[in-house]
């Protein structure tokens, strides 16, 4: 008991100063004002930025239902698909479900193409052969 009847006056005295700190009002004089010159009225040009342009591509089977779309954005490039349940399986059911994420093109090469070779590359001059001795 010792311990907590000295503690007791100090915390007491600390809450009486917070009490009377925080009760104290701010001066009655207005806050000092610096003044901000003035500045010239030039016009000011907003310009909105290029919307991107967006290209969707839709692949129809025979009867005119959308079996794939492939949409480029920008440099993107994603394919979506139809969600076609597995069996008997409805949407929600476990087998079946709700939504069917895009698949995004990720890297494209072109492997089937040859390389068109510069003259330089190649080494060889803008000159014709000469002509062939018999």
Do not use: C
């Amino acid at each position: 008991m010792m311990r907590t009847t000295t503690l007791l006056p100090a915390l007491l005295l600390t809450l009486f100063a917070h009490t009377a700190f925080a009760q104290s009002t701010p001066s009655q004089a207005p806050p000092k004002l610096e003044k901000i010159e003035e500045m010239a009225d030039d016009p000011i040009t907003v310009t909105a930025k290029p919307a991107q342009e967006r290209q969707i591509t839709e692949k129809r089977d025979n009867s005119g239902q959308v079996v794939e779309a492939t949409v480029k954005s920008g440099p993107s490039t994603y394919k979506v698909k139809p969600n076609h349940p597995v069996g008997t399986a409805l949407p929600g059911d476990a087998m079946g479900s709700a939504n069917r994420g895009p698949q995004w093109t990720v890297m494209e090469f072109d492997i089937g193409k040859k390389k068109k070779k510069t003259t330089e590359e190649d080494g060889s001059t803008d000159t014709a052969a000469p002509p062939a001795v018999k």
